[in-house]
C-alpha cells in the first residue's frame, strides 16, 4: 500500500498517535453514524468492487482522510495520497498513470484520495475528469469548503458527495479513551483524570485529531496526566466551567447583566469564558437575540437586527471565526440605550388576558370576507385609515374590557424617546371623545 510513510521511516520515526489511532475498518471509525449504516453508499463502497468517486465534505477532524484511508485498507486497494496544497498537475497525471499501469498489470485498483481538494484549481480539477469518468481510480477528495462553490460542475455530477459532521463531546471522550488503553497508542502507559478529559474534550472542540495530539503531547510530560499537565502541554489554561452546573448558569447571567449593565469590556470577558470553555455559540448567540429585544427594545431597534444577524451567521460560519461576530453583536447590546418597554408591554397584555379580561372582537374590526358576514354585520362602520389624513382615524380597537390599559410606555432613551413622543400624541388622538 503506498503512503506517506515507507516502512523504513515507520521504524525510524514513530508515527504520531493521531496516525497511530487510525481506525482499520469501518466499524471502528467513531461519529459519522449517518454515513457508516447498513446499504449508506459509503457501506456499499466497501462491499462492492466497483470503482467509485466521491467528496467527503466537513469540519477539520471529522474523519474524512480516516475514512478514505479505511476504504482503501478494507477493499486491498492501493493508497495514493495526493495533498492539493503541494501538488501540481504532473503530479495529478503522474499518479492516474500508476494507477492505471497497476490497474493493467496486477488487476488492483487504486484509491486516488485528494486532500483539500478544493484548493485546486480548475486545470487541476480537469486533469482528475478522464480518471472518474473511466474509473481508473477510486477518486476520494476531501475538502472544508462548500464543493458546489469551490470544485467544477463536471467533476461534483460524476460523484457521490457525503458531509461529515463534527463529533459530539461523546465521541472524542471515546476518541480519548481508546487511545489511552489501546496498545497502538499509549497501550495503558499512562492514566488520564477525569477533569483532564473533560479538558481535552472542551479543548477538541470536535476535532478528533486535535484531541489526540494535545493528549500525545501531554503524555509526552507525565504518565499522569491531570489538568495542570495539560494545561502545561497545551500551554492553555483550563476553563472552570460546567455546562451544565454552577458555572453555567452564573457566567451566562453575569454576561447579561453586563450587557444590561452597559458594561462593555466585562460583558466581552465573559464572552470569551464560554467561548474557551467549548460553550455551544448557538446557544450564546440565542441569548444575545432575547437580550436585544428585553433590554434594549424600541431604544435601539437596530441592536435586535445585529442580535439575529451574529445568530445567522454562527450557524454560517462555526467556531472560531464565529467569535467575532458574536463579539460584534455584545459590543453592539452593551453599548446601546436601554429600554424594557417591550418586555413590560407584553408582560402586562398577557397578565390582563390570564385575569380574564378578553371581551368580544368589535363588530367593525371582524373578518367580513366569508360568505354571510354582511349579514351578521361584520365590518360594518369600519373605517380604513389610509382614507384619512395622517393614516389615522378614531374609531375603537380594543375589547371594552381592556379600552382604557395601557401597555406599552416607552422610556426617553435613545430611539425611543421620538417615538415616546409620536405615541403619546397617537393615544391622545385615538382616545379622545
Not at 485498507?73 to 496544497?85: D, G, H, L, P, Q
Request: net charge neutral; aromatic share 6%.
Amino acid at each position: 500500500m503506498d503512503s506517506l510513510f515507507d516502512s523504513a521511516a515507520e521504524e525510524a520515526t514513530p508515527q504520531p498517535l493521531a496516525v497511530r489511532m487510525r481506525p482499520r475498518t469501518l466499524d471502528e471509525v467513531i461519529g459519522q453514524r449517518h454515513l457508516l449504516g447498513s446499504g449508506t453508499p459509503l457501506r456499499r463502497l466497501v462491499e462492492s468492487e466497483a470503482p467509485m468517486s466521491l467528496f467527503l465534505w466537513g469540519p477539520p477532524g471529522t474523519g474524512k482522510t480516516t475514512l478514505a484511508y479505511v476504504v482503501s485498507n478494507v477493499t486491498k486497494r492501493r493508497f495514493v495520497e495526493i495533498s492539493a496544497v503541494s501538488a501540481g498537475v504532473k503530479d495529478v497525471r503522474a499518479a492516474i498513470d500508476n494507477a492505471r499501469r497497476e490497474l493493467g498489470m496486477s488487476g488492483r485498483q487504486t484509491v486516488l484520495f485528494v486532500d483539500e481538494v478544493h484548493r485546486f484549481n480548475k486545470a487541476q480539477q480537469d486533469a482528475l475528469l478522464p480518471a472518474v469518468e473511466n474509473r481508473w481510480v477510486t477518486f476520494i477528495g476531501a475538502t472544508t469548503e462548500n464543493p458546489f462553490f469551490s470544485v467544477i460542475s463536471p467533476l461534483l455530477s460524476r460523484s457521490l458527495l457525503l458531509t461529515l459532521e463534527s463529533l459530539s463531546e461523546d465521541d472524542i471522550r471515546t476518541v480519548l479513551s481508546r487511545a489511552v488503553s489501546d496498545p497502538r497508542g499509549l497501550g495503558g502507559r499512562a492514566t488520564l483524570a477525569p477533569e483532564a478529559l473533560e479538558h481535552l474534550v472542551r479543548l477538541a472542540g470536535g476535532d478528533a485529531r486535535r484531541s489526540l495530539t494535545y493528549l500525545e503531547a501531554a503524555a509526552l510530560l507525565a504518565d499522569d496526566i491531570t489538568v495542570e499537565v495539560v494545561e502545561k502541554a497545551v500551554d492553555k489554561a483550563a476553563v472552570r466551567y460546567d455546562r451544565q452546573g454552577d458555572q453555567h448558569y452564573d457566567v451566562i447571567s453575569a454576561f447579561i447583566k453586563s450587557m444590561r449593565g452597559s458594561d462593555a469590556d466585562a460583558a466581552l470577558h465573559y464572552l470569551a469564558r464560554m467561548i474557551e470553555a467549548g460553550e455551544d455559540p448557538r446557544f450564546i448567540a440565542r441569548r444575545i437575540v432575547i437580550f436585544a429585544s428585553e433590554d434594549v427594545g424600541m431604544a435601539d431597534p437596530t441592536c435586535l437586527q445585529t442580535a439575529v444577524a451574529a445568530a445567522q451567521a454562527v450557524q454560517l460560519i462555526g467556531l472560531p471565526e464565529g467569535q467575532i461576530t458574536l463579539a460584534h453583536a455584545v459590543i453592539h447590546c452593551a453599548m446601546a440605550p436601554k429600554s424594557n418597554a417591550v418586555v413590560k408591554a407584553i408582560g402586562a397584555a398577557i397578565g390582563d388576558v390570564r385575569k380574564g379580561l378578553i371581551g368580544q372582537v368589535p363588530g367593525h374590526l371582524r373578518d367580513a370576507h366569508y360568505a354571510g358576514a354582511a349579514k351578521l354585520g361584520h365590518g360594518d362602520g369600519y373605517k380604513y385609515p389610509h382614507d384619512f389624513e395622517h393614516g389615522l382615524v378614531r374609531q375603537d380597537y380594543a375589547p371594552e374590557q381592556v379600552r382604557e390599559r395601557r401597555y406599552y410606555e416607552p422610556t426617553r432613551h435613545g430611539a425611543e424617546a421620538p417615538v415616546a413622543e409620536r405615541w403619546a400624541k397617537i393615544r391622545d388622538f385615538l382616545r379622545r371623545t
